[in-house]
């Protein structure tokens, strides 16, 4: 069964340090999206991307952050300069169209020291 | 924005034992999921559900959108059951989940 792949699992940073988090979306999705939980709380949406570019994002996801599709399979999210509030768990998800099923990988968890 | 509100917000069960876990949400949507994550670990998918029952073993789900609210039924519950339980979902016209605060429930054996 197509699955969502990211890596790395758990990935520990400096505060400071810049941290790219990957994602395998599912192959003929078009929808792709990253999702956040910091310990013991909901999950947050943080931006939604189409056709190469960002369709939607939320308040969180300020400067500090990026996404990018740098190949046909790829899907990343960059943190410029981490902050201890950045820990959390990192969700990529996927769906072949918009509000449809989506698939969500098993998530990285980003730890800032 | 949407509220999304699951009860109840922690539930202890013996292994054996049934439970109803529910979603209710204060906007009309066009697709509600319902995830199983243990902690610091995947959102697991186990009903994408916008509307009307499905069943997968021991697990059920029933979306009445018009009322607005879900419910997930577990059935013989076991101890590999435990973790938390989120609905999620989606409002007409947006493109992204909103979660409810989820259910974190414990299976004794």
């Known amino acids: 069964e197509p699955e969502v792949t990211q890596t790395p699992s758990h990935q520990v940073t400096q505060m400071g340090q810049e941290v790219i988090l990957r994602c395998v979306p599912i192959?003929?999705?078009?929808?792709f999206y990253w999702y956040r939980q910091i310990l013991g709380q909901k999950v947050e949406f943080l931006v939604s991307f189409y056709n190469n570019e960002i369709s939607e994002k939320s308040e969180i996801f300020d400067d500090q952050f990026s996404v990018e599709r740098p190949d046909g399979s790829n899907f990343t999210l960059k943190i410029r300069s981490t902050k201890l509030e950045d820990s959390a768990m990192y969700f990529c998800a996927s769906s072949e169209a918009q509000r449809v099923e989506a698939f969500f990988g098993q998530g990285t968890r980003l730890t800032v020291v | 924005g949407i509220q999304v509100e699951q009860s109840p917000p922690d539930l202890i069960l013996q292994e054996g034992a049934n439970s109803t876990l529910r979603c209710n949400f204060s906007?009309?949507?066009?697709?509600l999921q319902w995830f199983h994550q243990i902690p610091w670990g995947q959102l697991i998918n186990l009903f994408y559900i916008p509307s009307g029952t499905k069943q997968n073993g021991r697990l059920s789900a029933t979306t009445v959108a018009t009322e607005r609210y879900s419910l997930l039924y577990i059935s013989s519950s076991q101890t590999t059951d435990s973790g938390v339980y989120f609905c999620?979902?989606?409002?007409?016209?947006?493109?992204?989940?909103?979660f409810g605060s989820g259910t974190k429930l414990n299976v004794k054996p």
């Open positions: 906007d009309s949507v066009n697709n």
């Open positions: 999620a979902v989606v409002v007409w016209n947006f493109n992204k989940f909103y």
């Open positions: 192959s003929n999705h078009l929808y």
